[in-house]
């Protein structure tokens, strides 16, 4: 009877675990097909693990090679950013493949560099003009302020004057609008779209309309000036993971249901469009996190991140990860079966629920921080978070197990617990203030402290389970970890815990008003401030962290109270 009661509750759980991962994981409609399951142009950087221009580790020819035989079936044209630092070879391999090109060469802040690459441009485009069919000078040079308006100029001219192709430059939107002696000088006009970079970040329901209202506009500003050309959206894209940014989720259903919805805008109106991008980026990352590598179709292992035609899943490998939480409850109950037979059924349920819960969290956190590791030091911290997890969660159980069956507090035990919370709650004040102060590109680490988060609520319900009723002071931190009460005070990390939440929705909203299409769209303050205070608040995954952060000041705040009575 006792044997078929922990049967029961386990069977339970899997039902109900399984279920939800079902329910979470189906197939999602993502918009219409892509047309013969192929796109206008990609953004091509054939940059894999361990090569990057930052590092001058560039591309090597065979690279090229194999990224474009895998891309002649996915794209009729790709877009480049330079004709240097390994991408020479680019034209010739194109042509073999069948591709056509958008020829980029890159401009900074040196003339010296800028009239290598322009002189390297000429050359490649003349030489290649079967498989070259319009060259882009710069890509977003105003926008990094590496160069003034009037010098690229000279660069554009320049490169018109020695080729026969049509030539442009490419930039986000609001550099067109800023400086509109552009439309003049470029024989179509690049514009990068990219609703979830946007000052006001647009959610995906609204992003497509976003990218029409700025077409037109676009359109009237360059009719405005007699300016009647080709119009190219240079970049458009939608990142497939990250961090979140007001109203924008990054996701890989989003990121399908942008670029498919893209390229139905462009049919109707009848103009070019380029997404960014074929791989993903792992470089990026150094500069602009997560988010800033996960914008490809396909992976830096060069596989496919999602289907160009039909249904597409989030995570289509939920099973598996469904599979590896069940096996690790089992073998937690298993460890414990003996000592469970014991336990009343309530009882039970809670502690089955919390191995199941910590299982599930481990298995996330160890796929998602993998998968977003970059480099050899962040496959080490993923290694090292993985680990202290996994240390946590089987003191964590332990600790429940005691409560939840009545068992003497183990001193040794509670000073592991001590210390291992000590560790979180460090790590977590670090990220936190981090990201309020210079968050931009940082991911919010949430399933890095759910562990940790949940523990603490999993122990106060133990308690409450054992006591049906107890008083605030049990809540606090040595108490709760199993300890005696005759130890320091802890309220200053209480207060660190809590400064920091409003620290991060600060920063957060800020960041929003500081910045330039924002102060243009909402010049005075006390407009602007509830706008950016929303898309703060909106933002599910800060406020999830925000919730984290609160719940690991519980103990704290009531160590606190304990010593004041």
């Keep these: 009877m006792k044997n078929a009661k922990i049967l029961f509750c386990f069977i339970l759980l899997v039902i109900a675990h399984g279920t939800i991962a079902w329910l979470a994981n189906r197939p999602q409609d993502a918009g219409s097909d892509v047309p013969a399951g192929k796109l206008m142009s990609l953004s091509f950087a054939p940059f894999r693990d361990g090569f990057s221009p930052i590092e001058q580790k560039f591309p090597l020819p065979e690279h090229i090679d194999e990224d474009l035989a895998m891309l002649a079936d996915k794209t009729h044209n790709i877009r480049t950013y330079s004709i240097l630092g390994g991408m020479e070879p680019t034209p010739d391999f194109a042509r073999k493949h069948g591709v056509d090109m958008i020829q980029g060469g890159w401009l900074g802040n040196g003339d010296e560099g800028n ?49 026969k192709q049509p030539v442009s430059y490419a930039d986000v939107w609001s550099i067109y609008m800023k400086y509109p002696q552009l439309f003049q000088e470029v024989d179509f006009i690049t514009v990068h779209i990219l609703p979830y970079w946007e000052d006001e970040p647009v959610a995906i329901e609204n992003a497509a309309e976003h990218v029409e209202k700025i077409v037109k506009q676009i359109e009237d500003k360059a009719r405005s000036m007699g300016q009647s050309k080709p119009i190219l959206i240079g970049e458009s894209g939608w990142p497939g993971a990250g961090r979140q940014r007001g109203l924008a989720i990054p996701s890989v259903v989003n990121e399908t249901k942008f670029i498919r919805s893209i390229i139905q805008i462009a049919n109707r109106h009848g103009f070019d469009y380029n997404i960014v991008e074929a791989f993903n ?179 106060i319900v133990s308690l409450w389970m054992s006591r049906r009723s107890f008083a605030v002071q049990s809540l606090a931190f040595d108490r709760l970890m199993g300890g005696a009460i005759q130890t320091p005070r802890y309220r200053n990390i209480a207060h660190l815990l809590s400064f920091g939440v409003l620290a991060l929705v600060a920063g957060e909203t800020y960041a929003f008003m500081d910045s330039y299409d924002f102060i243009q769209a909402h010049p005075n303050f006390v407009e602007g401030l509830p706008i950016a205070l929303s898309y703060t608040l909106y933002n599910q995954q800060l406020v999830t962290w925000l919730i984290c952060m609160m719940i690991l000041s519980i103990p704290f705040w009531a160590n606190g109270t304990q010593k004041n009575q």
Excluded at 305 to 330: D, K, Q, R
Excluded at 418 to 436: H, P, Q, V
């Design 115 to 163: 009239q290598k690459e322009i002189a390297a441009l000429i050359r490649s485009v003349n030489a290649n003009a079967d498989v070259v069919k319009r060259v882009i000078v710069g890509n977003e040079v105003l926008l990094r302020k590496d160069l003034d308006v009037d010098r690229l100029i000279g660069y554009i001219r320049q490169v018109k004057q020695a080729v």
């Design 281 to 459: 980026q792992p470089w990026k990352s150094n500069h602009e996190g997560v988010v800033g590598a996960n914008w490809g179709l396909l992976s830096i292992d060069r596989k496919p991140i999602f289907p160009l035609t039909g249904p597409v899943s989030e995570n289509p490998n939920w099973l598996w990860h469904f599979a590896l939480a069940t096996v690790l409850c089992l073998l937690v109950a298993a460890s414990y079966f003996r000592k469970l037979q014991a336990v009343s059924l309530p009882r039970l349920l809670v502690f089955l629920t919390l191995t199941q819960v910590f299982g599930v969290c481990l298995i996330t956190l160890a796929d998602f921080l993998w998968f977003t590791s970059y480099s050899q030091w962040q496959r080490a911290y993923t290694v090292l978070m993985v680990v202290a997890n996994a240390g946590l969660a089987s003191l964590l159980i332990q600790r429940c197990y005691d409560v939840l069956a009545g068992r003497p507090d183990a001193l040794r035990l509670a000073n592991q617990l001590r210390g291992g919370y000590l560790f979180f709650i460090l790590l977590a004040l670090y990220k936190t203030y981090s990201l309020a102060f210079d968050g931009r590109y940082l991911s919010f680490p949430v399933e890095q402290f759910a562990i940790p988060a949940l523990g603490v609520c999993g122990l």
